[in-house]
Structure formats: structure tokens, C-alpha cells
């Protein structure tokens, strides 16, 4: 059975407040903000794209993890904001952390979820013995129009989960749930990703985490209440609160892993820093479930126990990492973005 | 920049390689592939040395009109830095309200992007350095 042996995360520093962006639209931002229960963003630096934030949770995780990148046989990296349209953000990831030239890289597409989709290859190669460790990392810098429902969350960061034999915490499972549900894309060229507006919430979201984590609790025989955390994708803050209702389990089991509030949607990065935070946090035997979703559609679930190395793991802390932030104004995020043509 | 050039130093704009002398142990950065101390008893001993990666701030300058590849990102800072190592880097200060760069200032170095060729060509990335909290 695969189990995480480690796992880093990056939030770049800079965030903008959702009543920022809506001052400048003219809307009411004290009820975007309690609307999408979403206060502020995380905006990468003018510097900073999908590849560093990438290499900055990869080196997380090693340094971390204690072991050597050598032996790391596999990095995917999931996300849909490569810096490159071809030539893969692996590639710079596994030279970053000294993993090459002995290993398998790739880069993975699929909306929100193509970092899960990674771990998942991950835990199929370690399983069938074909590497000793594989590196998955879910990284965006989301695009969002100016203007859009979007730009209230859309935001950017990172998580990296290193895949082996020991670690510490057992994959007890995986299943996905995938259907053709066009709910949110963005085409070859365009800049900013089109959505199917109220959409995206009923057909897309709630069936396809809904389903996917029903069909993994009845597969390993576990109910809601079994669980010490669960961890479901964060387009917003209410959704991941509606969707764990509507799942049976309780607000206590989702806080620690709901980040969305206060650095918004990191896209790829959203559910496995929501799994990292919770890592932060478990104890020896503590369960948890965690489900993407990545647009498109589909998701990927995790039926996951913490076991004893993790009382010697070196933590990161990524929430002590998120309160290191400095504000910016809309012009100076607009800059950071590289709006400015 | 170019591409082979940006290729042939992937080693050190990523991951900080540099050299140690064999014979003095002194070690440079960028690599040398000659101790300029011990000069010939050096040939063949000039080992690959990575560097920790943290460092002190020996002198900075703010930049405010950029050469034309930097153009949009000003203003920023550049930093000649004391490597705990020995060595000195030249580097951009990140991550850092300009008022607070300072002399003596701990800093480690950090993965981002540099420069691009244009819209169409290749990204380079590599190190820079932000404030080292204690």
C-alpha cells in the first residue's frame, strides 16, 4: 500500500482583500466577501509563476521528508496556468530539487484536480513497483478576467506530496468519479477561462464530489463520522461547507484543511494545501478523506490514515506561512499580474 | 541571454553549485575551473560545492529605470550578498518592502523567474534572495 512520505506547500506572500476588488467594480464587498465566505487572495509576486511556486513546495517536501531526490523515479505536475503552452513545468521542478536525469516527468491538465490526478499515477507506479518515490504537486497561479465572478477568488499557491512505500500516512484508497460536464474551460490562446456560471455548482461540483466520496466510503466500508478531517475542493468557502453537509460530516471536521477564506482558490493547489494543513495538524490514527474537483469534469478521493512517523516528521506550519503576507492595492495587483501590457 | 548559455548554467542558477578549490579549500561562485590561488596544483581538483544558500547583505541599490528586459517590474532591488560560505553573489532582494533592505540584513536565496525572451521565447529562472526570518 502507498503512503505520503512528505509534503511541502508555498502561498506567495502578497494577498489583495475581496473588498478591494469589489470597490473597484462597484459592488458591495463586505457581501461578496460573506457571499462567497472568501476575505482575501493570495497574488504571486512579478516573478513568481506555476514553475516556482512548483519548485518552492517541491523543496518543502524534500527538505521535509529527509530523503534523497534521487531515488524520486516520477514528478507530475499538475495545473492549469503552465507557464509554457509545450515544455513541461516538470522538467524545471525535478532539475530544482537535483531529481534528474533518472526519473519519469510530465505535466498534467485537468481544471482543478490535475494535482490529485498526479498522486494517483504516483501511488500506481510505488504500487506496482516500478519507483521507490514519486512526487506529485498541484501549483496555479489562477487567471481570472478583470471583471469576472472569478477575481474575487482566483488565486495562487502550491502543494507538493512525495508517494513511497513508508510515511506518514497510508493510502488506504483511491477512486475517481469523471464525467463529460463542460462547466468551466479555457481555450487554446484565450488568456482568462470562460464558466457556465450557476453551472458549475449542481451537475458539476456537488454530483461529482458527492458521488466520489460516497462511492470510496462505501468501498472501504467507512461512514462521515468515522473521519477526524475531511478535505473537498475550495472554488469558494461555502461550497466545501455545503458539500460536507450535504456528506453528513460537521464544520469541526473541515476547519483545519478550509483555506479558501483567506488566500482564496489555488486551483490545482486547493484541495492537496487543505490536505497539507491537515497533515500539519494529525496524530498517529487520525482518518481522513480528501476530494478534488477539477472542472471538466471529475474527482479524485482519498481514504487516507496518519500513522506514527508522523510524531517525527519536521512540520511546515503553512498557516504560520500564510500570516507572512502584505497587502496590495488593485493597481499594484494588476501590476503583479502583469496586466499591464 | 540565449538559451545554450541559460542551459550550460542550470547547475548554478538553480541549485547554487559552485566550486571548492581541492588543494585550499576556497570556494567560488560562479564555478571556476582554475584556483586562482593555487592556480596549476588545482588543475583536476576543483570539486562541485553547493551552496547553503544563505547569506548577508553587504551592499544594495534600488533600481528605478530598468534596462529594457526588466522593463514594467521597476522598482526593485539588487544586492551584493556575503555567502555564509565566503563568496559573494550579486542578486534581486524579494518578497521585501524596500524600506526594510538593509545592510547586514540575513537573507536565503529563493526560486524565480528572471527574464523571458520577448512573448515568445524561453524563460529563465533562477536564484534570488528574501528576508531570512529567525
Known sequence: ?341 | MGVPRYWREIPSRYNLIGKKCGVCGKIYFPPRSICPTCRRKSAGKMEDYKLDGKGTVESFTIIRVPPPEFEGKSPYAIALIKMDEGCYLTGQIVDCNLDDIHIGMRVEACFRRIQEDGKRGAIYYGYKFRSLKS
Not at chain 1, 25 to 40: A, H, I, M, Q, T
Not at chain 1, 150 to 175: H, S
Not at chain 1, 315 to 339: A, F, H
Open chain 1, 1 to 341: 500500500m502507498a503512503s505520503i512520505v512528505g509534503y511541502g506547500a508555498y502561498v506567495p506572500r502578497y494577498r489583495i482583500k475581496v473588498e478591494e476588488i469589489a470597490r473597484i467594480w462597484g459592488r458591495d464587498g463586505k457581501s461578496v466577501s460573506s457571499g462567497l465566505y472568501v476575505f482575501e487572495k493570495s497574488v504571486p509576486a512579478i516573478d513568481e509563476d506555476t514553475a516556482t511556486i512548483s519548485v518552492e513546495a517541491a523543496r518543502n517536501a524534500v527538505r521535509s521528508s529527509k530523503i534523497d531526490a534521487k531515488k524520486i523515479g516520477a514528478i507530475y505536475v499538475g495545473s492549469e496556468s503552465h507557464p509554457y503552452a509545450v515544455k513541461p513545468t516538470a522538467t524545471i521542478v525535478a532539475e530544482a530539487i537535483e531529481a534528474t536525469p533518472e526519473l519519469t516527468a510530465a505535466d498534467y491538465e485537468f481544471a482543478c484536480k490535475a494535482g490529485t490526478a498526479g498522486m494517483q499515477n504516483c501511488i500506481a507506479l510505488v504500487e506496482s513497483k516500478r519507483i521507490t518515490y514519486g512526487m506529485a504537486i498541484g501549483a496555479d497561479v489562477a487567471q481570472a478576467a478583470p471583471g469576472d465572478a472569478l477575481e474575487y477568488t482566483a488565486a495562487a499557491g502550491g502543494a507538493a506530496f512525495i508517494i513511497g512505500n513508508e510515511g506518514i500516512a497510508e493510502i488506504n484508497d483511491t477512486i475517481s468519479f469523471t464525467t463529460d460536464t463542460p462547466d468551466f474551460w479555457r481555450r487554446e490562446g484565450e488568456p482568462y477561462p470562460g464558466h457556465g456560471e450557476r453551472f458549475t455548482g449542481a451537475p458539476a461540483y456537488f454530483r461529482h464530489i458527492v458521488s466520489a466520496a460516497k462511492m470510496l466510503m462505501e468501498k472501504v466500508g467507512m461512514k462521515a463520522s468515522d473521519y477526524d478531517y475531511a478535505v473537498f475542493h475550495q472554488p469558494n468557502g461555502k461550497f466545501p461547507m455545503r458539500v460536507a453537509k450535504m456528506l453528513g460530516f460537521e464544520k469541526k471536521q473541515i476547519e483545519e484543511g478550509l483555506l479558501c477564506p483567506i488566500i482564496g482558490n489555488t486551483y490545482s493547489g486547493s484541495t492537496m494545501l487543505g490536505l497539507a494543513c491537515v497533515l500539519d495538524v494529525a496524530k498517529p490514527g487520525d482518518r481522513i478523506l480528501a476530494v478534488s474537483y477539477g472542472s471538466g469534469a471529475g474527482s479524485d478521493a482519498f481514504d487516507i490514515t496518519v500513522n506514527d512517523a508522523i510524531e517525527d516528521y519536521e512540520r511546515q506550519n503553512i498557516r504560520k506561512m500564510i500570516e507572512n503576507k502584505e497587502y496590495v492595492d488593485y493597481g499594484t495587483y494588476m501590476k503583479l499580474r502583469g496586466e499591464f501590457k
